[in-house]
T-cell receptor
Framework: DTGVSQNPRHKITKRGQNVTFRCDPI?????LYWYRQTLGQGPEFLTY????????KSRLLSDRFSAERPKGSFSTLEIQRTEQGDSAMYLC????????????FGPGTRLTVT | QKEVEQDPGPLSVPEGAIVSLNCTYS??????FMWYRQYSRKGPELLMY????GNKEDGRFTAQVDKSSKYISLFIRDSQPSDSATYLC???????????FGTGTQLKVEL
């Protein structure tokens, strides 16, 4: 399977703990995006990378959130001091980086903060 | 007001019906208009996209954009139970920096 992969698929954590998610994009896709989706809502943009450069961050991405893509391949999203409001599906997408910039999504990581 | 508005449904239709799914948007800078299908607890799957105004057909699916009225439509012909899912419209600007999603419309096609 050469699609976008995300790990773990599910994560249950206690409030105040740190969590890290990983995304592996489609090979040779130079753009990588993170979104968050809550029940009954569409995905909301968090941030995106072109190669290793983080080009845009949403104001949804508070100081507790950090994302990296150190070698322009896989990416990690870390949430520090998790809160119950962080419970959501975290989606990663990749794009070939040329018009029309179509984005292909992974299966997501479902985070539950207790 | 959200940049992209979409009726959340649910929309229930009999098998074989023609389905019309719609969104409105407010950002005139949107140039590419994507439609995604999302099954329960899965990631969104790209169905098709259009550029600017006009129609595009792909099998049983037709996407339509009217930029003058900021109205986006997806039509599904001969709907099947396997089409039961949430459909998300997601326009973006020409730079491709992010998708702006509607809430999604939940569709159920019944036998």
């Amino acid at each position: 399977d050469t699609g976008v992969s995300q790990n773990p698929r599910h994560k249950i954590t206690k409030r105040g703990q740190n969590v890290t998610f990983r995304c592996d994009p489609i090979s040779e896709h130079n753009r990588l995006y993170w979104y968050r989706q809550t029940l009954g809502q569409g995905p909301e943009f968090l941030t995106y990378f072109q190669n290793e450069a983080q080009l845009e961050k949403s104001r949804l991405l508070s100081d507790r959130f950090s994302a990296e893509r150190p070698k322009g391949s896989f990416s990690t999203l870390e949430i520090q001091r998790t809160e119950q409001g962080d419970s959501a599906m975290y989606l990663c997408a990749s794009s070939p980086g040329r018009v029309p910039y179509e984005q292909y999504f992974g299966p997501g990581t479902r985070l539950t903060v207790t | 007001q959200k940049e992209v508005e979409q009726d959340p449904g649910p929309l229930s239709v009999p098998e074989g019906a023609i389905v019309s799914l719609n969104c409105t948007y407010s950002n005139s800078a949107f140039q590419y208009f994507m439609w995604y299908r999302q099954y329960s607890r899965k990631g969104p799957e790209l169905l098709m996209y259009t550029y600017s105004s006009g129609n595009k057909e792909d099998g049983r699916f037709t996407a339509q954009v009217d930029k003058s009225s900021k109205y986006i439509s997806l039509f599904i012909r001969d709907s099947q139970p396997s089409d039961s899912a949430t459909y998300l419209c997601a326009p973006q600007t020409g730079g491709g920096n992010k998708l702006t999603f509607g809430t999604g419309t939940q569709l159920k096609v019944e036998l």
